[in-house]
């Protein structure tokens, strides 16, 4: 069982930054990856970037290419995601997700989830 929890979410404006947290816990050793989805209101979940945990790699949706960096800690068992440049299409709900699989951009891939937490960017 990995239990994942999302933190960093809130209100920004347009051209502002963030940056989103997970912290993973339980049993961890079998993630290949770990991502970051995000779901606005009538839409359905898109993938936004992942990184193989063991070795670093990062993958970017090309919406977020070049203004969004992930990031990890292993001694924290934390996963990052900074966020600049933000626009108003960027506002969602941004999920953490931990993959066993090797489709780091599919929503099916991933054996869980966190909560949740909200980013909204005003123009």
């Known amino acids: 069982q990995v239990q994942l929890v999302e933190s960093g979410g809130g209100l920004v404006q347009a051209g502002g930054s963030l940056r989103l947290s997970c912290a993973a816990s339980?049993?961890?050793?079998?993630?290949?990856?770990m991502g970051w989805f995000r779901q606005a209101p009538g839409k359905e979940r898109e993938f936004v970037a992942a990184i193989r945990w063991s070795v670093g790699y990062t993958y970017y949706a090309n919406s977020v290419k070049g203004r969004f960096t992930i990031s990890r800690d292993n001694a924290k068992n934390t996963v990052y995601l900074q966020m600049n440049s933000l626009k108003p299409e960027d506002t969602a709900v941004y999920y953490c997700g931990a993959n066993s699989g090797y489709r780091y951009d599919r929503t099916a891939e991933y054996d869980y989830w966190g909560q949740g937490t909200q980013v909204t960017v005003s123009s």
């Open positions: 339980g049993r961890t050793s079998s993630t290949y990856a």
